[in-house]
C-alpha cells in the first residue's frame, strides 16, 4: 500500500461574514442612485486577519449590501459596496424615527 502525503490545512487570513439589517422606513447611503425602501436587506463584509496580536483581531476591508431588499421573488440585481460607519449611522436613525 502506497503512503500518501496528506497536504497541510490552509489557513486564510481573511473572512466574509454574511448578517441581514432591517429598515422600518426607506433609506439612503452613498453610492444609491435612489432611496431603498424598507425591508430587509444582505449585508456582506470581508475582513483580514490583524498580523502580530497575542490574540486574533480581524480588520474590515469591505462591506456590501445586495439590493434590492429581501423578498420572496425578489433576487439580488445590484451590490453596492457601503461605509460600515454610515450603515450602523442610518439603521440608528431608522431605530429613532420609529
Request: charge should be negative; charged fraction near 40%.
Given at each position: 500500500m502506497e503512503a500518501f502525503d496528506m497536504p497541510a490545512p490552509v489557513f486564510s487570513p481573511k473572512r466574509t461574514t454574511q448578517t441581514v439589517v432591517k429598515f422600518n422606513l426607506s433609506f439612503f447611503l452613498q453610492g444609491f442612485?435612489?432611496?431603498?425602501?424598507?425591508?430587509?436587506?444582505?449585508?456582506?463584509?470581508?475582513?483580514?486577519?490583524?498580523?502580530?496580536?497575542?490574540?486574533?483581531a480581524w480588520h474590515c476591508t469591505a462591506t456590501f449590501i445586495y439590493l434590492p431588499a429581501i423578498a420572496p421573488g425578489n433576487r439580488p440585481r445590484q451590490v453596492l459596496q457601503i461605509d460600515p460607519a454610515e450603515l450602523e449611522d442610518a439603521l440608528k436613525k431608522d431605530r429613532l424615527r420609529t
Open positions: 442612485d435612489v432611496q431603498q425602501p424598507a425591508g430587509e436587506y444582505r449585508v456582506e463584509k470581508e475582513e483580514e486577519l490583524i498580523d502580530g496580536l497575542s490574540r486574533l
